[in-house]
């Protein structure tokens, strides 16, 4: 079972810039589909982003398209979100997991509080 460990949150102004990493325990195959989640008190835990590998384009929920980047290196067995302009409701907890039905996903990470003040 992979285990995943989300870092890099913290509390930064509006408009600032984070980077979110996820380090994977085990091997992960290229081949895997990688998301970045996230989920505020109350509300149920959204996929932000995806990236499959260099030939497909990643995916991006409309209100994080544009000042989102996600990235993977395999090698590190890692994956990150880089985040700019950030706004007060992209404070939430972020977790990565893999991307496909809620059935497969591995067991998730404590993830990383990111909390944007105004």
């Known amino acids: 079972q992979v285990q995943l460990v989300e870092s890099g949150g913290g509390l930064v102004q509006a408009g600032g810039s984070l980077r979110l990493s996820c380090a994977a325990s085990?091997?992960?195959?290229?081949?895997?589909?990688m998301g970045w989640y996230r989920q505020v008190p109350g509300n149920q835990r959204e996929l932000l982003a995806s990236i499959n590998n260099a030939r497909t384009p990643s995916y991006y929920v409309d209100s994080v398209r544009g000042r989102f980047t996600i990235s993977r290196d395999n090698d590190k067995n890692t994956a990150y979100l880089e985040m700019n302009s950030l706004k007060p409701e992209d404070t939430a907890v972020y977790y990565c997991?893999?991307?496909?039905?809620?059935?497969?996903?591995?067991?998730w990470g404590q993830g990383t509080q990111v909390t944007v003040s105004s």
């Open positions: 997991n893999k991307v496909g039905p809620a059935r497969t996903l591995w067991a």
């Open positions: 085990g091997r992960i195959s290229s081949i895997v589909g």
